[in-house]
Nanobody, 123 residues
Framework: QVQLGESGGGLVQTGDSLTLSCTVS????????LGWFRQTPGQEREFVAAISATSNTHYKNEVKGRFTISRDNGKSTVYLQMDSLKPEDTATYYCAADSSVRALLRPQEVAYWGQGTQVTVSS
């Protein structure tokens, strides 16, 4: 059974940095495409970033240049480095895993989700 567990969320100020981690157990980590999504109350879960099994990366336009997704296959962990945080980045952040980046871009069909970690950016 594949399980994902996020950590690293918290309360920060505008302009600060934060790194989220997501460790995956079960399955073959190196074969997964991995992604980060975020959700605010009353809104749909939205794509933030993804990394393929071959480490090609993809980003939501508004986070390009500020967020960096990376993976460590030896630690079965995917990271989201978030710099220059803004209040509008406040959300619950979820990691996800699936067979391809294309599959991750259909959130309603994503195979595996973490439980989420809260990120709050104060102004």
């Amino acid at each position: 059974q594949v399980q994902l567990g996020e950590s690293g969320g918290g309360l920060v100020q505008t302009g600060d940095s934060l790194t989220l981690s997501c460790t995956v157990s079960g399955g073959t980590f190196r074969r997964f495409a991995l992604g980060w999504f975020r959700q605010t109350p009353g809104q749909e879960r939205e794509f933030v970033a993804a990394i393929s099994a071959t480490s090609n990366t993809h980003y939501k336009n508004e986070v390009k240049g500020r967020f960096t997704i990376s993976r460590d296959n030896g630690k079965s962990t995917v990271y989201l480095q978030m710099d220059s945080l803004k209040p509008e980045d406040t959300a619950t952040y979820y990691c996800a895993a699936d067979s391809s980046v294309r599959a991750l871009l259909r959130p309603q069909e994503v195979a595996y989700w973490g439980q989420g970690t809260q990120v709050t950016v104060s102004s």
